[in-house]
């Protein structure tokens, strides 16, 4: 059959129209079988409710813990009367207002405040310090406080988890989390060693004085060094802290007494960076009167090289030492006076200060 261009075009037309139609058709098809989307988002309503875990220590403890302001003067030949001011932390240990904080934060102060986990800001009288244990009990006149319970550090165990509470950098009170790196640590800190409990929860300046404490909500220790090295002064995880059964022991007598009693002493005081002075041994640079010392025939300027057969090169090595002691002991106390060797029979009395 002969087909001209015009019957041509017309096929062409009708077999695109109906390739057209057909494709149409199966879409059609398809569309009308296609499932609803099978994605559904679920919303929910947030809730700050406890939890566990760190939040329940965290809201048993938080407002037991305070911030401590300290303001201290310090004359000076040159400029006269220097004012300075300084914050660390401290924790409430009783409904009525006694705090424990650390002696390093509150020494030299003139006058010191803490302010509340409500934002109030109240003034605070010291009650009591001990450099040997760097404890220092606080006290301000206000009732039903929330408070901190001690918890018993010697069932402690390595790698239990704890939270530390305090005023790092003096930005107010924070919260970090860790555990225990280890027990019975014993660390020269302020011219003194000391047995405390290492952590990994981040601590730094400012977080002196704050409470290290377990997960049930209990004291475990008082916080009061971060290792620092001559390689960097930015150690991490390696905070200290005073176990509580040390404070247990120390602040019932700062409370009554306000120093700690049955310590033995020699009744000197010391310089306690003695190596500017002299090349071996301490420098004494007070003899208190009618102390063991005292009459023994110690004075001002000798230099203490040794007791009994222990040598003494620094206050740590003497504050050592004398823990082999208690009061009346009769010890030999091996002294340079005038680069001249001399022995002297001292008998420990009690110390009744700082």
């Given at each position: 059959m002969k087909l001209d261009i015009k019957n041509l075009f017309i096929i062409f037309l009708t077999a695109l129209l109906g390739a057209s139609l057909g494709t149409y058709a199966i879409m059609g098809i398809h569309e009308e079988d296609k499932p609803a989307s099978s994605l559904k988002i679920t919303q929910t309503s947030y809730s700050n409710e406890i939890v566990g875990g760190y939040t329940n220590t965290v809201q048993k403890t938080i407002n037991s813990v305070v911030v401590v302001n300290c303001k201290t003067k310090m004359s000076s030949t040159f400029y006269g009367t220097l004012e300075g001011e300084s914050q660390g932390s401290g924790v409430i240990i009783s409904d009525d207002g006694y705090i424990i904080t650390n002696n390093h934060v509150i020494e030299n102060s003139s006058s010191v405040e803490v302010t509340l986990s409500t934002n109030e800001t109240i003034s605070a009288k010291v009650i009591g310090a001990d450099a040997k244990t760097d404890l220092a009990i606080l006290k301000i006149e206000k009732t039903d406080l929330p408070y901190a319970t001690l918890a018993d550090s010697s069932q402690l165990v390595l790698g239990q988890e704890v939270i530390a509470i305090g005023n790092p950098l003096g930005l107010g009170i924070s919260v970090s989390n860790g555990i225990i790196s280890a027990l019975q640590k014993e660390v020269y800190i302020n011219n003194v060693y000391m047995d405390l409990i290492q952590t990994n929860a981040a601590v730094n300046e400012g977080n002196s004085g704050g409470g290290l404490f377990d997960l049930q909500g209990n004291l475990v220790g008082i916080v009061n060094a971060k290792t620092s090295s001559s390689l960097s002064s930015n150690v991490e995880g390696m905070g200290y802290a005073i176990p509580s059964n040390t404070i247990i022991k120390v602040m019932e007598d700062l409370m009554n007494y306000g120093y700690v009693k049955n310590r033995p002493t020699l009744g000197v005081r010391v310089y306690s960076d003695s190596s500017y002075y002299t090349s071996s041994g301490l420098l004494i640079s007070d003899v208190i009167k009618d102390g063991g010392a005292d009459?023994?025939?110690?004075?001002?300027?000798?230099?203490?090289?040794?007791?009994?057969?222990?040598?003494?090169?620094?206050?740590?090595?003497?504050?050592?030492?004398?823990?082999?002691?208690?009061i009346g002991d009769q010890v030999i106390l091996h002294i340079l006076r005038n680069n001249n060797k001399m022995d002297f029979n001292v008998t420990l009395h009690e110390a009744t200060t700082n």
């Open positions: 009459q023994a025939g110690i004075m001002a300027g000798d230099v203490i090289v040794g007791i009994d057969d222990i040598s003494v090169n620094s206050y740590a090595d003497l504050s050592k030492a004398l823990e082999n002691y208690v």
